[in-house]
């Protein structure tokens, strides 16, 4: 709200803590205290750049790995959508196609998804989503309302670019949009030697970790579980240095979360694709994105199918779609409940599909035709299966990258 922005700490939401102790006393399991969920969002940055251009998180994470509380899971065959950030967010945190042409905004065919952060809160977490970038257009959905552009209701504590100016601009051929007061500098010249966009002293991305990290130590949502969904922009710039300057932030952020409440924290790191300059030249790596699964021992202990499903499918497919159904699981488990399949209406998905193919037909980076299956995606804490191919997962095979015998 307006009343909680960058340079603000977290400001408790008493009704929010009521209706979540309520819903949690409805339906939560009673066998121990749901996990607290975090999901964070690189943009741009594929897997093999994650391990090279940020070898402190990467190390950070290995050495997780080797502890008594937490296991840390790798999925090197995760692949994208079709470039670009908004089709894998329809996909990863709604669990239909993308409907939206060209990224433009669909406030419309938004309403009709049902999110995850929606569904968090209705299962009796507090929930927080945050993104660094300045109305994107993957998330114009919500912002673009002209009247009160910095508030869009997005979670109990949502946090956005404060620099937006609060009215649109009108571009060249008369279209409304959104822009921040430093939009581009993420490829201006200091970022692309390799530095950070700073803000009064610190770097944007260490303003937003920090917030998701207050978030989550609130005192008073501390018998709550939480939901935390952080996505950073400004992460890779256009020079060798990549995504490296975000390193430090990164590790300061891991070490933190992951040793202030190991036993009650799944974390979720993830990219959308990698990086895109140029529609004439992909990279071959574009759609090979960045999925890590970071969950307690104790908790693997407790559901031991699903942890020898998660060890097999590490050498699976893996789509936006099992992202969704992976969250999705990981809500089941927490009301005290079985595998569930994502809640995607049959009907809707059908449209949102055909919407995303028929869009094809305008977009830069054609992906047509796609899969007729559906609603998709599978848990990674479920049986995968090792025939699963690119038609079955959802994906264009145009743009699959990965070869099966």
Request: a positive charge.
């Amino acid at each position: 709200g307006a009343e909680e922005n960058w340079h603000q700490q977290v400001v408790p939401r008493r009704k929010k803590a009521r209706r979540a102790r309520r819903l949690l006393n409805q339906g939560a399991s009673k066998r121990s205290a749901p996990l607290d969920v975090v999901v964070l969002v690189l943009d741009s940055v594929a897997r093999a750049r994650f391990l090279s251009d940020l070898p402190l998180s990467t190390r950070l994470l290995q050495k997780a790995n080797r502890t008594a509380a937490s296991e840390v899971f790798n999925f090197p065959f995760a692949h994208a959508l079709p470039c670009c950030t908004k089709n894998w967010l329809y996909a990863a945190l709604s669990g239909a196609y993308s409907p939206a042409r060209d990224g433009a905004y669909e406030p419309a065919r938004r309403k009709q998804a049902s999110w995850l952060w929606d569904a968090f809160s209705a299962a009796g977490y507090v929930t927080h989503v945050a993104n660094d970038g300045c109305y994107p257009p993957e998330l114009q959905d919500w912002w673009r309302k002209e009247e009160q552009p910095l508030q869009p209701g997005i979670s109990d504590h949502p946090l956005l670019d404060t620099f937006c100016k609060r009215a649109p601009t009108t571009g060249p051929k008369g279209e409304a949009f959104f822009q921040s007061r430093w939009s581009g500098v993420q490829h201006a010249t200091k970022l692309d030697e390799g530095s950070s966009i700073c803000v009064a002293g610190e770097t944007l991305a260490h303003r937003w970790l920090s917030f998701a990290l207050a978030f989550l130590r609130t005192p008073a949502y501390e018998p709550l579980p939480k939901f935390s969904l952080t996505a950073l922009n400004g992460v890779r710039c256009k020079c060798l240095s990549g995504g490296s300057h975000l390193d430090l932030e990164l590790q300061w952020f891991l070490s933190r979360l992951l040793s202030s409440r190991p036993s009650r924290t799944a974390l979720l790191l993830l990219s959308d694709h990698g990086a895109l300059d140029s529609f004439n030249e992909l990279p071959a790596d574009l759609h090979l994105p960045l999925v890590s699964l970071v969950l307690p021992r104790a908790f693997l202990r407790q559901h031991p199918q699903a942890a020898a499903h998660i060890r097999r499918n590490q050498r699976r497919l893996v789509t936006p779609f099992d992202v969704h159904a992976t969250l999705r699981h990981l809500l089941a488990l927490a009301r005290g409940s079985g595998v569930v399949a994502p809640r995607v209406d049959a009907q809707l998905w059908s449209s949102f599909r055909d919407a995303f193919e028929a869009n094809s037909k305008s977009s830069p980076l054609p992906y047509a035709p796609v899969p007729r299956v559906g609603p998709l995606g599978l848990s990674l804490m479920a049986d995968m299966g090792a025939e699963r191919d690119c038609a079955a997962a959802g994906l264009p095979q145009r743009h699959c990258r990965l070869s099966w015998e």
